[in-house]
């Protein structure tokens, strides 16, 4: 079993700032990959940020310049620090990882519970 754990959601004025966590644990051999996807109302669940356990990255356009995803490859931990967040933003963000349990099976895809992120005009 694995297990993903987000934390950081909030509401916040907009321009400000939040920094989503997640952690992931339980059954890990190997983390290939890490990221963070969202989901507003009425909309399709989109790739915000992507992080390699290489280092590298892949952002929306949407939100190039504003967030930066990092991650603590020895924590299993990615972190998405977000700058200069508008109303648009607002969404439920879920961590999702790409994560082999034994060295001789394939990777599988993990998803955390999401975390609210609320930006008010």
């Known amino acids: 079993q694995v297990q993903l754990v987000e934390s950081g959601g909030g509401l916040v004025q907009a321009g400000g700032s939040l920094r989503l966590s997640c952690v992931a644990s339980?059954?890990?051999?190997?983390?290939?990959?890490m990221g963070w996807y969202r989901e507003a109302p009425g909309k399709q669940r989109e790739l915000v940020a992507g992080?390699?356990?290489?280092?590298?990255?892949d952002y929306a356009d949407s939100v190039k310049g504003r967030f930066t995803i990092s991650g603590d490859n020895a924590k299993n931990t990615v972190y998405l620090q977000m700058n200069g967040l508008k109303p648009e933003d607002t969404a439920v963000y879920y961590c999702?990882?790409?994560?082999?349990?034994?060295?001789?099976?394939?990777?599988?895809?993990?998803w955390g519970q999401g975390t609210q992120v609320t930006v008010s005009s």
């Open positions: 339980g059954s890990i051999f190997s983390i290939n990959a």
């Open positions: 999702n990882a790409r994560i082999r349990s034994r060295a001789w099976w394939s990777a599988n895809d993990y």
């Open positions: 992080i390699t356990t290489a280092g590298t990255t």
